[in-house]
């Protein structure tokens, strides 16, 4: 049956061969009628011209060939040979049995001798046998330039490694295909045919120690533009075969070219799947990064030859980077490519995260070719060109000498490519290199997860967990920002068992366990995130001595804190106060307030202004979360709850010096420091206190009118603490008013009358230095005499006393203690005083929430 359908082939081409051969008498009868210089070309030599022609498609240039023929330059054989070794012949890929059938057809018009041919073929080369077949007709047909090599280079088999184009279709760059070759002989070569039109190609063969013989064609895509092709690979040997290797439809993206040191605006267009960049990092290493992504999404780098480098997608982050080695080819490849640019060419594919939900809308983002981004005062984004360090620093613990100076330049650029260069202060790094996205402990096969204290922050590195039954191993979860380009090592200190993975697995002693998570950057910087796990019990009693006095949300913070800072003391105060009555107390109309301007997230929406211009009542989840003690047994946090009774080994005047630096009371005349200390020591009361309450009331510029005795009406009159400044919405400055009359008259400014007590708070305060230290005078008797003597307690009045609870409450500010305890830190940090032996006295309520908030928006 086969062979009558080939008989039924070779018949139409015998027919196709009749018509053009009626066409041919003519030519044929004037060149007899009309000679010419060459040899005439007998009937039987135009056919074979004739069914070569149809056979490999090359009918279009008959006369062209038959001139050759007819004037000596090419023979018969010569043509035929060209014509079944062609690129359009061998691209149908036929095999040698169907070879021997079209060329018994075209030497002899019948298919009849095509299993002599066959086997002539065996062992030998196409081009040998088509010359000995033509030859054996008539001499006359026989190679012009005597015969062919009798076997040539032949290709036995291959097997190729990766295909033309990725999963998707695309494909772009130096593309190659490589993979394993068994070709006896060295004279090959390969071509790319894209939509039929012929590329160069580019073979390299080489053999291993071992004898294995691989390959690779290499096709330059880069010079074709955008679109979708059809490709066809051909390998070609000097045998006269051809194997097309492998092909298909490809897809040329269209490219976004990206610049080192610039920033340019990106997004994943509506409706559309994905975008495209390609980078020339000239002499550099690849850090390409994605800021203020609005959507998930997966980005991928691609080398010069369109090979994934790798691919980052990171969930609930807001940005995304790729990093790449600078590319280096070798000379020999260099040469055979022939390259006349940089090697170091990147190709970026930013798509939309398979992970996430569907979506058609725009992702915007913005792209920063550069390895660190800041982030202007102005908002502007932009790329670091100078050296700046590991970027975040991690926050000290001990005092070092600032080698960063804030008006130190730094040469950025921005947007529309101008680089200009911005002081430190006004700019902020983001922290993309050597950090991680996430860290979590997890245990059973990661069934169980366990919530380290306190929740993962980029910025923060020392977390701590304590556990209550004993835990026998866990794994540490961790993404790095950089993804595949960063390298973790997750090891249990003095056990020395290094993990080299994202996910660690480590056993735990009884007792006492540091874990060690090191990040090695793209760059090789180096950080270290610590966990301090505490499983079951302590050799040194601070379980039992401290921990068991506190309900166990507290203890995961205390013990993190323990191990920073061993000579800290904790207090537990039970209040007795019941968590649902305490939320409900101070989630009442201006017991809290936020500020609508500096965080409008946190105010209710139907909330009036109370004071100022701006002070409205807080959420009830965010008075919630300033409430709950447990969110803040942090380093910095902490302070909120310290003792704040004056103490000479722990306050001094350098400290208070250190804590106004930068304010308006970083002053000489009058010399605000040296009336601080005294303040404090006279009223047995922190002057660390008192220089950040006056700071949190009067603004670090002194913007209050009170600060400075210019209240219109009141001139002359100070009140740095806002010592009964009461609201009155109704009046304008009301508050200010109200705390300029006290200052005048005391409590009862209507009767004009100030009593002994008033005249013992040196009242009226007509100087910085009455005010300051009669206010201090006032604090200590008001609160710190009667149990308030914490930043929290100041703000929160739980202390049960005989003005009842919650009514002797100092401030209005939700975020009073919060924010004043950071100024502590920093004021005993520039001392180098953090490590000294600081009583805390934390509250704790009945029936709190199982878990803490920890984190506000």
Request: aromatic share 10%; glycine share 8%; charged share 20%.
């Amino acid at each position: 049956m086969a062979n009558n359908h080939m008989r039924k082939g070779y018949l139409i081409i015998s027919i196709a061969s009749l018509v053009i051969g009626l066409a041919t008498l003519i030519v044929i009868a004037s060149i007899l009628y009309f000679p010419s210089g060459g040899r005439g070309i007998d009937v039987q030599e135009d056919e074979i011209i004739v069914r070569t022609g149809i056979l490999a498609q090359t009918s279009d240039s008959y006369n062209v060939w038959r001139r050759e023929i007819e004037s000596g330059q090419l023979s018969l054989a010569d043509y035929v040979r060209i014509s079944l070794t062609g690129s359009d012949y061998l691209l149908q890929d036929r095999t040698d049995k169907v070879f021997a059938n079209d060329l018994a057809y075209i030497a002899y018009g019948t298919v009849e001798q095509s299993e002599e041919i066959l086997d002539q073929l065996d062992g030998r080369s196409r081009k040998y046998v088509i010359e000995k077949v033509l030859s054996g007709i008539n001499s006359k047909y026989g190679p012009s330039r005597g015969f062919s090599d009798e076997k040539g280079t032949r290709l036995i088999s291959y097997e190729a490694e990766n295909p033309l184009q990725d999963e998707v279709g695309y494909a772009f760059g130096l593309r190659k295909i490589s993979g394993i070759i068994d070709i006896d002989g060295s004279e090959a070569r390969t071509d790319f045919f894209v939509n039929d039109d012929l590329r160069p190609g580019h073979l390299k063969i080489e053999t291993s120690t071992s004898g294995q013989q691989n390959f690779s064609m290499t096709w330059d895509a880069r010079k074709e533009s955008a679109g979708i092709y059809n490709v066809k690979v051909l390998l070609r040997t000097s045998d006269g075969r051809g194997k097309v290797i492998t092909g298909g439809q490809v897809i040329i993206p269209e490219f976004t070219v990206l610049q080192n040191d610039r920033v340019i605006p990106g997004k994943v267009e509506e409706r559309e799947n994905i975008a495209w960049y390609t980078l020339n990092a000239e002499d550099r290493d690849a850090y390409i990064n994605f800021i203020n992504v609005s959507g998930d999404v997966r980005v991928s780098l691609y080398d010069i030859n369109g090979d994934l480098i790798g691919m980052n997608d990171l969930h609930f982050f807001p940005h995304e980077v790729l990093r790449g080695r600078k590319q280096t080819i070798s000379l020999s490849d260099l040469n055979l490519i022939g390259l006349d640019e940089s090697a170091n060419i990147y190709y970026v594919r930013v798509e939309r995260s398979p992970d996430a939900m569907p979506s058609v809308i725009d992702i915007d983002y913005t792209v920063v070719v550069s390895k660190n981004v800041a982030i202007h005062t102005n908002g502007s984004i932009l790329a670091v060109i100078d050296d700046i360090g590991s970027v975040p620093t991690s926050i000290p613990y001990h005092s070092t000498a600032d080698e960063s100076d804030p008006d130190e330049p730094i040469k950025c650029a921005d947007i529309n490519g101008e680089q200009s260069s911005f002081a430190r202060s006004d700019l902020r790094f983001l922290p993309l290199n050597g950090e991680l996205t996430s860290l979590i402990v997890t245990s059973d096969g990661g069934t169980r997860t366990y919530r380290i204290y306190p929740n993962f922050d980029i910025g923060t590195y020392d977390y701590a967990y304590v556990s209550e039954t004993d835990i026998s191993e866990i794994t540490v979860g961790c993404m790095p920002v950089e993804g595949y380009s960063a390298q973790v090592t997750v090891t249990k200190i003095n056990e020395s068992l290094a993990i080299p993975r994202k996910d660690g697995s480590v056993s735990l002693s009884e007792g006492e366990n540091i874990i060690s998570v090191r990040i090695n950057s793209f760059s090789g910087d180096e950080t270290e995130y610590r966990l301090f796990i505490l499983n079951r019990s302590t050799a040194d009693g601070f379980a039992d001595e401290v921990l068991a006095k506190f309900p166990a949300g507290y203890r995961s913070g205390l013990w993190l804190l323990h191990n920073l800072f061993p000579d800290y003391r904790f207090a537990a105060y039970n209040t007795g106060i019941e968590w649902a009555d305490l939320v409900s107390n101070q989630d009442n109309k201006a017991t809290s307030l936020a500020n609508a301007s500096s965080h409008p997230q946190w105010v209710k929406p139907d909330s009036p202004v109370y004071d100022g211009s701006s002070w409205k009542a807080a959420k009830r989840q965010v008075v919630e979360f300033f409430l709950d003690p447990r969110n803040f047994l942090t380093p910095i946090h902490i302070f909120q709850f310290e003792k704040l009774s004056f103490d000479s080994s722990v306050h001094t005047p350098s400290g208070v010096t250190e804590m106004v630096r930068n304010s308006f009371l970083d002053e000489k005349n009058p010399n605000y420091p040296e009336i601080l200390y005294e303040a404090g020591q006279n009223a047995g009361i922190s002057p660390y206190f008192l220089a950040s309450r006056i700071i949190q009331e009067m603004g670090r510029k002194g913007q209050s009118k009170l600060a400075t005795g210019t209240l219109e009406g009141y001139e002359g009159y100070y009140n740095f603490y806002n010592i009964g400044s009461t609201p009155n919405p109704g009046v304008v400055d009301g508050a200010l008013i109200n705390g300029a009359r006290y200052a005048q008259w005391g409590k009862a400014p209507d009767e004009r009358q100030l009593t002994e007590d008033e005249l013992a708070l040196l009242l009226p305060w007509t100087s910085p230095e009455l005010a300051i230290k009669g206010g201090a005078l006032w604090i200590a008797s008001s609160y710190v005499d009667i149990g308030q003597d914490t930043l929290y307690f100041q703000k929160f009045d739980v202390i049960e006393n005989e003005d009842g609870l919650f009514r002797h409450q100092y401030a209005q500010n939700i975020s009073m203690a919060y924010s004043e305890s950071s100024r502590y830190f920093y004021a005993y940090l520039s001392q180098n005083m953090l490590g000294s032996p600081f009583l805390f006295i934390i509250p704790v309520y009945n029936n709190m929430p199982d878990h803490y908030a920890g984190v506000i928006s």
